[in-house]
């Protein structure tokens, strides 16, 4: 039995816990024990990328120091795996986003869930670019049954969300989500899924906003799924 | 104006968007294609990394190389610490020989410094023949890309420019070549009868001397070529320790730039000759900002820029909101980190924001500039150089870093943000809620849940 600690993300728990709770349920089905380091809170990222280095590093040392002793760590958001791995060279070879934790080490694409609903992928900037994930979530979503994947068009174009870029220019950021918005609208899926539930927040907030009748779900909530 | 009420402007011209959204996405596609082709691109980008960490690691010994094998070649070195000493080089050159035009290669440096307006004062007058710069000089335009300068512009807008500037006696059509055989017609009277020509260089080698400028109109050929007098203006930046590394970047530059495996002109010189090109040839090294940005050890790797452009079609923020919103010669990712760093933060402290990090910059940059860890290191500076500012944005930063530093703190503060109050309520802010809805904090944190299960 693989031993897991779950770096559930600040944003997770506060706002999105049910990617935390699939993410948790996942890896128990498939065999690993799972432990949540209670201590844990925000890697620092955000306030790195917004200009306040010495809170982000001091948060980011903190993160260290949490996940410490820990052999796994697993986390269902590629942003804040990408910027603890850029910040602490202990997370090297420890440090896995769910995906890459799925396909590399447990080495599962089918994980026998099943979905029956007509679905798009949204890759994410730093699933891709920080961390190459690669195609890792879209194999792991090809093989749930029932699953109605369609590609999305410019599906590696940013949404526009960038954290606090999002609030500073947010005309900008706005255009941004128009154009990922019209491409999500085009594939006439119900679910717009991503690895990121920051990015899905963003675009999960205009989907709402504009009454589109599109939800928005994290991989790990779709690959839990028994419909 | 800051970046994003620049950008708002821009983003309500729907003409704009059409015009930057098909050119970009254009030539981002083709660049992939050709990119794709070389095996041993990877390669190549550290390749030219390597090379312009070392030209920037010895750059006073470069430099003085590069000056001395100019003046063996018979050209003459001039060194300008700022725009204004460069200026005033050019147009003594210009008055030397008697001349009221210059003729000019595109050039981002000479934009960079507002040498047209500088000559202009002096009685001379600088004549762009890129097709593309020649279209903004003559509607009195600022550029909006670093190749593609006038990028901003469809055909029937520059056919209507035409017909009101050099092309007045007939009427024109949008085909491409209607346009540019009226460009043309223009431009070669001049090529042939101005006796002064100002470049700017794409490299300059210290080995040899030799200055180097891609292209693919031939304009820059014949400014190069024809006229008695050449003088270059470049950035010190430009300088490569030897002629071998031009190798590297020639392969680099086409490809990142114009998406062709080989550029159709490119022009070397070195000195002057007697019998063949200009008579007189004179190199002007230009500072202005450049050993300040080279003293910064994060970002000092702007520097090592070859202006191919790459970073500004890849970006989802610079193919909406176009070049004109970054306010300086350079725009797009590249811009964002340049600027700031030339011309001091305070001069333009929101431009370091102007990127969502997405990386696509960094991916498609030839030699490897990772502009967002530049974009968050600036970012850094300007919030370290406001300290002691009063303002919501640190007060609220330093509310949330205090929360983070507890887990029992952080518990508290999810109770209250589940009530609407509190450091982690306070993230929603207008510039969010004005155009998406927030989620709703749910009754149960993950914690509470992972709690309820033991």
Known sequence: MTAVSLFVTCFNDTLFPRAGRATVELLERLGCEVDFPERQTCCGQMHFNSGYADHGEALTRRWEE??????????????????????????????????????????????????PHRVTLHPTCHSLRLLRVGDRPRRLLEAV???????????????????????????????MLSDKLRHVLATRAEVCAAADTSCLMHIGGALRRQRAGVRTMHVAEILVARE | MSFPGAAREALGNAQLRRNLGKATTTI????????????????????????????????????????????R?????????????????????????????????????????????????????????????????????????????????????????????????????????????????????????VPVAVSGANFAVAETGTVAVVESEGNGRMCTTLP??????????????????????????????????????????????????????????????????LADEVGRQALHCIRCSACLNVCP?????????????????????????????????????????????????????????????????????????VSAERAAMGAMAAVFASHKRYERAQRLARLGRGPLASAALPGWTRMRDLPEVPRETFRDWWRSRA
């Open chain 1, 66 to 115: 949490v996940f410490q002793g820990a052999e796994v760590v697993v986390s269902p958001s590629a942003s804040c795996v990408a910027h603890v791995r850029a910040h602490v060279a202990s997370a090297t070879g420890r440090l896995f986003e769910l995906s890459e934790f799925l396909v590399d080490r447990l080495g599962v694409t089918d994980v026998g869930a099943s979905f």
């Open chain 1, 145 to 175: 049954r029932g699953i109605d994947l369609v590609a999305l068009g410019e599906a590696e174009e940013c949404c526009g969300f960038g954290g606090t870029f999002a609030v500073k220019n947010a005309d900008t950021s706005m255009a």
């Open chain 2, 28 to 71: 981002r596609d083709k660049r992939a294609r050709t990119v794709a082709e070389l095996p041993d691109w990877e390669a190549l980008r550290d390749a030219g990394a390597a090379i312009k960490a070392r030209a920037m690691a010895t750059l006073p010994e470069q430099l003085e190389r590069l000056e001395a094998s100019v003046q």
């Open chain 2, 73 to 193: 070649a018979g050209g003459v070195v001039h060194w300008a610490r700022d725009g204004a000493e460069a200026n005033a080089i050019v147009a003594g050159v210009a008055r030397a020989h008697g001349a009221r035009e210059v003729i000019k290669v595109k050039s981002l440096v000479t934009d960079e410094i507002g040498l047209n307006a500088a000559l202009a004062e002096q009685g001379v007058q600088a004549i762009e023949t890129d097709l593309a710069e020649l279209i903004i000089q003559l509607e009195g335009g600022r550029p909006s890309h670093i190749l593609v300068p006038a990028i901003h512009r469809n055909r029937a807008e520059i056919r209507r420019l035409f017909e009101r500037t050099i092309a007045r006696d007939g009427a024109l059509s949008d085909d491409p070549p209607a346009l540019t055989d009226a460009a043309r017609r223009y431009l070669r009277e001049r090529f042939l009868s």
């Open chain 2, 228 to 293: 008695d007098v050449l003088v270059t203006v470049m950035g010190i930046e430009k300088v490569l320790p030897e002629w071998r590394d031009l190798e590297v970047f020639l392969q680099l530059l086409p490809r990142s730039s114009t998406a062709e495996r080989m550029n159709p002109y490119t022009s070397l010189w070195t000195g002057v000759r007697d019998d063949d090109g200009p008579r007189e040839f004179h190199l002007v090294l230009l500072d202005a900002g450049r050993t300040q940005v």
């Open chain 2, 317 to 389: 923020v610079y193919s909406r909101v176009g070049g004109h919103a970054y306010e300086s010669v350079y725009p797009g990712p590249i811009g964002a980190i340049l600027t700031p760093q030339l011309r001091g933060l305070k001069e333009a402290p929101t431009l370091p924001w102007a990127s969502s990090l997405c990386g696509a910059c960094f991916d498609a940059c030839p030699v490897k500039i990772d502009i967002p860890s530049v974009l968050v290191h600036l970012r850094g500076r300007v919030v370290r150089e406001a300290k002691g500012r």
